[in-house]
């Protein structure tokens, strides 16, 4: 970790830790702080907490230094939504001057990304501050948060459980106040898990939405990208700063940016909002229930409507994953079999075996069961759903219990997301805090309707139902660890 040197403007003494993006950005162009001493702050907070949480494996503080300096010498900062805001990125955006790992040992070998990721690039232009990349499942394909290479990232809330992966570094920086937000993706629940497991929000958008260009991949036909954050607002003021086509990313949609901060505040007034039953429920440990009926009670949900055929809709996106995720890593496979996390490898073999027939299969039924969760959409404008069946489980933890059936956990924390993004629907993901741990829920909402969903979490969170709580513990003492 280099040696951050703290701040000596005069307005470095309020600490803007656990203020909100939009708050930071207020204050940064109202000149009550300043640009360089919120990064210093962060990065501080960075050398603090890392050693603890294990989220960050690159942190890019002389660059931050240097872009909060300009940001600080803007004429009418009032014109950058983000003005000042210290964020991190999952590392497999491209960074310029670091390597794309992507969590992997094979790709440290790698020379270093001559230049940003479209994303990090609009974000920037916004006035938002790169101060670092982080921690996750290698290549992406993991639900945990555990780095065989890196380390596990930690929960904030209890540092004995995970995070939820594979974006699991982000959900840590983010729940444990280190950045206002974060970047991560989502190819079957990597956004939506950590999210859930650390409290906080996180957006999904339909698949094609935001450009993956220069962004390490794993699934072509799955992979998302996306924010994570401590609020709704901040979820739409970044989502709105990354919007817009780009090149280098083929299945990026041509549509025009379509802003959504300026709608959160029409709330649900006219949307029929219903309840995702029969598969969503099966399986789901207390508090998941509890979470998903406390929201449904508080808009006054009383429909439910069934998936069809939702659990084979995650069988088939475990195959086209897999299949596809082997494609990709064959020539690794062959070369480095040894320098592979063994879950992973194992898993990408099984992949490359799977019958050319099955993966056809597959992608017919993908089709048929779009077809038919939109036919769903024309009566509801949005569903919730659980984002996990459980809270944070144990880091090491191999197996739980879930509709009286021992399973491994690894595949598990991904039954309610995957069915979702197989088929690209954009979800938000709101945090339940429950004691002694939040959960999540999703909010999915029809192709290109984030307003929706993010409608309706602006108001279940000006009503108090949801709330990315604060961790206890992280201003001196020692973390919490639960031992329920």
């Given at each position: 970790?280099?040696?951050?040197?703290?701040?000596?403007?005069?307005?470095s003494?309020?600490?803007?830790?656990?203020s909100?993006?939009?708050?930071?950005?207020?204050?940064?162009?109202?000149?009550?702080?300043?640009?360089?001493?919120v990064?210093?702050?962060?990065?501080?907070?960075?050398?603090?907490?890392?050693?603890i949480?294990?989220?960050?494996?690159?942190?890019?503080?002389?660059?931050?230094?240097?872009?909060?300096?300009?940001?600080?010498?803007?004429?009418?900062?009032?014109?950058?939504?983000?003005?000042g805001?210290?964020?991190?990125?999952?590392?497999?955006?491209?960074?310029?001057?670091?390597?794309?790992?992507?969590?992997?040992?094979?790709?440290?070998?790698?020379?270093?990304a001559?230049?940003d990721c479209?994303?990090?690039?609009?974000?920037?232009?916004?006035?938002?501050?790169?101060v670092?990349?982080?921690?996750?499942?290698?290549?992406?394909?993991?639900?945990?948060?555990e780095?065989?290479?890196?380390?596990p990232?930690?929960n904030?809330?209890?540092?004995?459980?995970?995070?939820?992966?594979?974006s699991?570094?982000?959900?840590?920086?983010?729940?444990?106040?280190?950045?206002?937000?974060?970047?991560?993706?989502?190819?079957?629940?990597?956004?939506?898990?950590?999210?859930s497991?650390?409290?906080?929000?996180?957006?999904?958008?339909?698949?094609?939405?935001?450009t993956?260009?220069?962004?390490?991949?794993?699934?072509?036909?799955?992979d998302?990208?996306?924010?994570?954050?401590?609020?709704?607002?901040?979820?739409?003021?970044?989502?709105?700063?990354?919007?817009?086509?780009?090149?280098?990313?083929?299945?990026?949609?041509?549509?025009?940016?379509?802003?959504v901060?300026?709608e959160?505040?029409?709330?649900t007034?006219?949307?029929?909002?219903?309840?995702?039953a029969?598969?969503?429920?099966?399986?789901?440990?207390?508090?998941?229930?509890?979470?998903?009926?406390?929201?449904?009670?508080?808009?006054?949900?009383?429909?439910?409507?069934?998936f069809?055929?939702?659990?084979?809709?995650?069988?088939?996106?475990?195959?086209?994953?897999?299949?596809?995720?082997?494609?990709?890593?064959?020539?690794?496979?062959?070369?480095r079999?040894a320098?592979f996390?063994?879950?992973?490898?194992?898993?990408?073999?099984a992949?490359?075996?799977?019958?050319?027939?099955?993966?056809?299969?597959?992608?017919?039924?993908?089709?048929?069961?779009?077809?038919?969760?939109?036919?769903?959409?024309?009566?509801?404008?949005?569903?919730?759903?659980?984002?996990?069946?459980?809270t944070?489980?144990?880091?090491?933890?191999?197996?739980?219990v879930?509709?009286?059936?021992?399973?491994?956990?690894?595949?598990?924390l991904?039954?309610?997301?995957?069915?979702?993004?197989?088929?690209?629907?954009?979800?938000?993901?709101?945090?339940?805090?429950?004691k002694?741990?939040?959960?999540?829920?999703?909010?999915?909402?029809?192709?290109?309707?984030?307003?929706?969903?993010?409608?309706?979490?602006?108001?279940?969170?000006?009503?108090?139902?949801?709330?990315?709580?604060?961790?206890?513990?992280?201003?001196?003492?020692?973390?919490?660890?639960?031992?329920s």
């Amino acid at each position: 970790m280099p040696n951050l040197r703290p701040s000596s403007s005069p307005d470095s003494a309020t600490d803007m830790a656990w203020s909100t993006a939009a708050e930071i950005a207020a204050a940064v162009a109202a000149g009550t702080t300043t640009a360089t001493a919120v990064v210093d702050q962060a990065l501080a907070r960075v050398a603090k907490l890392n050693p603890i949480l294990n989220a960050f494996t690159a942190v890019t503080a002389a660059r931050a230094q240097s872009r909060a300096s300009a940001i600080d010498s803007a004429r009418d900062k009032s014109k950058l939504p983000l003005a000042g805001v210290p964020f991190a990125v999952k590392n497999l955006f491209d960074v310029a001057g670091i390597v794309t790992t992507a969590g992997s040992k094979i790709n440290r070998g790698n020379a270093s990304a001559d230049r940003d990721c479209p994303l990090i690039e609009r974000l920037e232009a916004a006035g938002a501050i790169l101060v670092g990349a982080l921690n996750m499942g290698e290549y992406a394909y993991d639900f945990t948060g555990e780095n065989v290479h890196d380390g596990p990232s930690r929960n904030p809330h209890d540092r004995s459980r995970m995070t939820g992966g594979s974006s699991g570094g982000s959900g840590g920086a983010v729940a444990g106040g280190m950045v206002p937000f974060a970047l991560g993706s989502d190819t079957n629940g990597s956004i939506r898990v950590p999210s859930s497991l650390c409290g906080i929000f996180g957006l999904k958008p339909t698949y094609g939405r935001l450009t993956r260009a220069r962004t390490f991949p794993f699934v072509f036909s799955l992979d998302h990208l996306g924010p994570f954050a401590r609020s709704v607002r901040d979820l739409a003021l970044t989502y709105d700063a990354m919007q817009g086509p780009a090149e280098g990313d083929a299945a990026c949609a041509e549509r025009p940016v379509e802003p959504v901060t300026q709608e959160l505040d029409r709330g649900t007034s006219g949307l029929r909002i219903a309840t995702a039953a029969g598969y969503f429920r099966k399986g789901a440990f207390p508090e998941a229930i509890e979470a998903l009926e406390g929201i449904a009670k508080a808009l006054n949900v009383k429909e439910k409507v069934e998936f069809p055929e939702a659990a084979r809709a995650r069988a088939a996106a475990y195959l086209i994953t897999a299949t596809e995720g082997a494609a990709l890593h064959l020539d690794r496979l062959r070369a480095r079999p040894a320098d592979f996390d063994p879950a992973v490898r194992d898993r990408l073999l099984a992949g490359a075996m799977v019958p050319s027939a099955l993966v056809v299969k597959a992608q017919v039924f993908r089709r048929w069961y779009r077809e038919r969760i939109l036919e769903l959409f024309e009566h509801v404008d949005a569903i919730l759903a659980p984002a996990t069946p459980c809270t944070a489980p144990k880091i090491g933890q191999t197996a739980f219990v879930l509709d009286g059936q021992e399973v491994p956990v690894r595949p598990n924390l991904g039954i309610y997301t995957q069915p979702i993004s197989f088929i690209g629907l954009p979800v938000v993901a709101v945090p339940v805090p429950l004691k002694p741990l939040p959960i999540g829920v999703q909010i999915i909402a029809p192709p290109w309707r984030e307003d929706i969903a993010l409608r309706v979490a602006h108001a279940l969170e000006q009503m108090g139902i949801v709330a990315a709580s604060r961790p206890t513990g992280l201003e001196g003492e020692k973390l919490r660890e639960h031992t329920s």
